[in-house]
């Protein structure tokens, strides 16, 4: 039995995989505490796990994505920073206190963070031996600079012959030195406030100093690097837990029919305005033969301003282990957990997304060959209809999805990440009686 201490930010795409994690440890017998935003505990407790309240200020403030939070002034790089220094790096010493008083507490065994905690970068910058072992969880597809990749946030491929490496070269230190300067010096900020050491590399690549590095896909769905570190380990999906309770609409049966089902969604952040992939994908299939499922996730199908056709049905929320089965093509924005959902369900994808980690996660959809990348957030609908005409008639995008499906399959993220921390804690206690 361990004592395991999981961090995370409490928006469900940071929360979510984690808790499922931590059910999981609970199951087998370990101790589990959950640092996490107060609107957390109940699920938490749901998980079996002991719930830890982090500070407000350290928490992802998602009032910040509003309109008067000067973030819609900002746009590309600018809107970059403004995103790592405001909603990551600030909570920083806020985090780190959380941690240290629990540590203080309490002697884990380990801990579990998400990635995007960056209050956890004290310690790991520390005396290994002062702290417990410490394992990341990749919450956005693997972003560590590389010679042969592109930086994260641009939604290049790969490339490894010598132009690429010299493209990749440039524009990583590019980003480390110029575009991406002012998050690499707020982190530092924060860090020498706390009496920490400055990051000896950049923000992004720090990932690199845990014992472990979680990466919750397949090798299959992520870019092959020559000079990966060697702390990352390929786990696989991390699958939420089965739907209960699902009623099932009246429209339901429909799905079973002969004509193609499209799925359509714009996640449950970036929703609050459904004009930008929703609206012009029901337009887009409004005369095609197929049948189109709509998610909001979240706003109210009755505050839709637009009229639905009939081949069109809409709904706040469908449980994807109980749609995607019946889904031929899904149209996302890009969320790196839904993708990956579909994919692990073998359907094939249509992207459009541009902000976040959004297009970098199309740009692998499209680079699997599952998919097809719309580069833009913003889609009209006739580029919407004519890439799920590709997609419903060209047979290599359903092959390579259930390729895909196939990987996922074979792991099981939830036991592999159990193992590597019985891993770390093994190693750690070793080191200890040597």
Aim: with cysteine.
């Amino acid at each position: 039995m361990a004592e395991i201490l999981v961090a995370a930010l409490s928006p469900v795409g940071h929360i979510g995989p984690l808790l499922n994690v931590a059910r999981g440890l609970v199951d087998r017998g370990d101790r589990v505490t959950v640092l996490s935003g107060a609107g957390r505990a109940a699920d938490i407790r749901a998980a079996g796990a002991v719930p830890a309240t982090l500070p407000a200020q350290g928490d992802l403030d998602l009032a910040l994505l509003e309109a008067d939070s000067g973030r819609e002034e900002t746009s590309g790089i600018r809107r970059l920073n403004f995103d790592i220094v405001r909603l990551f790096v600030a909570p920083m010493p806020y985090q780190t206190k959380a941690l240290a008083d629990l540590m203080a507490q309490t002697r884990f065994d380990a801990v579990l963070a998400d990635y995007g905690f960056f209050g956890v970068l004290p310690f790991v910058l520390g005396e290994p031996t002062a702290r417990p072992p410490v394992l990341l969880y990749g919450t956005t597809p693997m972003m560590f600079s590389s010679r042969d990749t592109a930086p994260g946030g641009l939604g290049l491929p790969p490339s490894t012959s010598s132009l690429g490496r010299l493209r990749n070269r440039t524009l990583n230190l590019l980003s480390h030195k110029v575009l991406l300067r002012q998050s690499q010096k707020a982190a530092n900020y924060q860090l020498h406030r706390l009496n920490s050491r400055e990051l000896p590399m950049f923000l992004l690549d720090s990932g690199a100093l845990a014992d472990r590095f979680i990466a919750p896909t397949v090798p299959e769905f992520d870019y092959p690097r020559t000079d990966l570190p060697a702390n990352v380990r390929y786990v696989g999906m991390v699958h939420p837990a089965p739907a209960t309770n699902f009623r099932p609409p009246l429209w339901w049966p429909k799905l079973d029919g002969d004509r193609p089902v499209v799925h359509v969604t714009q996640g449950t952040v970036d929703n609050a305005d459904l004009s930008r992939l929703l609206r012009p994908t029901i337009e887009a299939l409004a005369d095609e033969d197929v049948m189109v499922v709509a998610t909001t996730g979240g706003p109210h199908v009755s505050e839709l301003d637009f009229p639905i056709p009939p081949n069109t049905y809409v709904a706040d929320h469908i449980p994807h282990d109980m749609l995607l089965p019946k889904v031929d093509v899904m149209v996302t924005n890009g969320g790196y957990g839904a993708v990956q959902r579909a994919l692990s369900t073998g359907v094939p994808l249509v992207v459009a997304g541009n902000t976040e980690d959004k297009p970098e996660v199309a740009a692998r959809v499209a680079w699997s060959g599952a998919g097809v990348d719309l580069r833009t957030g913003t889609p009209t609908a006739n580029a919407v209809r004519s890439a799920v005409r590709e997609v419903l008639g060209n047979d290599r995008y359903l092959t390579r999805a259930r390729e895909l499906e196939v990987a996922y399959a074979q792991r099981c993220g939830v036991a592999e990440i159990a193992a590597l921390i019985d891993e770390v804690v093994g190693e750690r206690r070793a080191a200890v009686t040597s």
